[in-house]
C-alpha cells in the first residue's frame, strides 16, 4: 500500500503514483525528445510505462526509496517524475541511491526539475539519512549536468553504460553534517 508521503515546493507536489497518472506519464514518455537521451532512446508506449509507474511503486516497499509522481501545484497537472532509485544498471556504483527525474517538454526551461531534484536530495539526506547521492546521466546531455551542478554535486566519473554501451558521467553529493 501507497505511503502518503508528500514533498512540497513552491511550485510543485511530489507524490506517490496514483492510477491516473499513468496516461499523462505514458504522454511524457511517447515523446521522441524527451527519450532521447534516456536507455536505448526509444519512446514507451502505455503498457510500458505503466509497467514502469508499478516499477517504481515496488522501489518503495524494496529499498524505501522511490520515484516521486511530481505535479504542478497550480494546474494540478503531472510533469513527470523525481526521485531516488538503486542503480542496478550501473553494479560499479553500488551501494548507491541515484537521483533523477524526467518532465514532460511543456514543462522544461523553467527551473522545475532543479526546484523537484532540490527536494528529493532533502528527503535523501534528512528523512532517508543517505550520506551520499549520486547523479547520472548520458555524455553531452548538458540539461541534466547543468541541474546536477546547480544541486552542488560534483562530477566524479565517467564510465560506460553496461546494457546500452554509451558513455554515461556519474556525479556524487555527500550530505553535509
Given at each position: 500500500?501507497?505511503?502518503?508521503?508528500?514533498?512540497?515546493?513552491?511550485?510543485?507536489?511530489?507524490?506517490?503514483?496514483?492510477?491516473?497518472?499513468?496516461?499523462?506519464?505514458?504522454?511524457?514518455?511517447?515523446?521522441?525528445?524527451?527519450?532521447?537521451w534516456?536507455?536505448d532512446?526509444?519512446?514507451?508506449?502505455?503498457?510500458?510505462?505503466?509497467?514502469?509507474?508499478?516499477?517504481?511503486?515496488?522501489?518503495?516497499?524494496?529499498?524505501?526509496?522511490?520515484?516521486?509522481?511530481?505535479?504542478?501545484?497550480?494546474?494540478?497537472?503531472?510533469a513527470?517524475?523525481?526521485?531516488?532509485?538503486?542503480?542496478?544498471?550501473?553494479?560499479?556504483?553500488?551501494?548507491?541511491?541515484?537521483?533523477?527525474?524526467?518532465?514532460?517538454?511543456?514543462?522544461?526551461?523553467?527551473?522545475?526539475?532543479?526546484?523537484?531534484?532540490?527536494?528529493?536530495?532533502?528527503?535523501?539526506?534528512?528523512?532517508?539519512?543517505?550520506?551520499?547521492?549520486?547523479?547520472?546521466?548520458?555524455?553531452?546531455?548538458?540539461?541534466p549536468?547543468?541541474?546536477?551542478?546547480?544541486?552542488?554535486?560534483?562530477?566524479?566519473?565517467?564510465?560506460?553504460?553496461?546494457?546500452y554501451?554509451?558513455?554515461?558521467?556519474?556525479?556524487?553529493?555527500?550530505?553535509?553534517?
Amino acid at each position: 500500500m501507497a505511503s502518503p508521503l508528500t514533498l512540497l515546493t513552491p511550485r510543485l507536489t511530489l507524490r506517490r503514483w496514483r492510477a491516473a497518472d499513468v496516461e499523462p506519464m505514458a504522454a511524457v514518455n511517447a515523446d521522441p525528445e524527451v527519450m532521447r537521451w534516456t536507455g536505448d532512446g526509444s519512446v514507451h508506449d502505455r503498457e510500458r510505462t505503466a509497467a514502469a509507474v508499478a516499477a517504481w511503486e515496488q522501489g518503495w516497499d524494496e529499498h524505501g526509496v522511490g520515484l516521486f509522481a511530481v505535479e504542478v501545484r497550480r494546474s494540478r497537472r503531472l510533469a513527470g517524475f523525481a526521485g531516488l532509485s538503486v542503480p542496478a544498471e550501473l553494479p560499479e556504483l553500488r551501494p548507491a541511491v541515484e537521483i533523477g527525474w524526467r518532465l514532460g517538454r511543456p514543462f522544461w526551461d523553467d527551473g522545475l526539475a532543479t526546484e523537484a531534484a532540490r527536494a528529493v536530495l532533502d528527503f535523501a539526506f534528512r528523512d532517508r539519512g543517505l550520506a551520499r547521492v549520486v547523479g547520472v546521466h548520458r555524455t553531452g546531455h548538458e540539461a541534466p549536468a547543468a541541474v546536477m551542478r546547480k544541486l552542488g554535486m560534483r562530477h566524479d566519473r565517467e564510465t560506460t553504460h553496461p546494457e546500452y554501451g554509451v558513455p554515461v558521467c556519474v556525479h556524487v553529493i555527500e550530505a553535509r553534517p
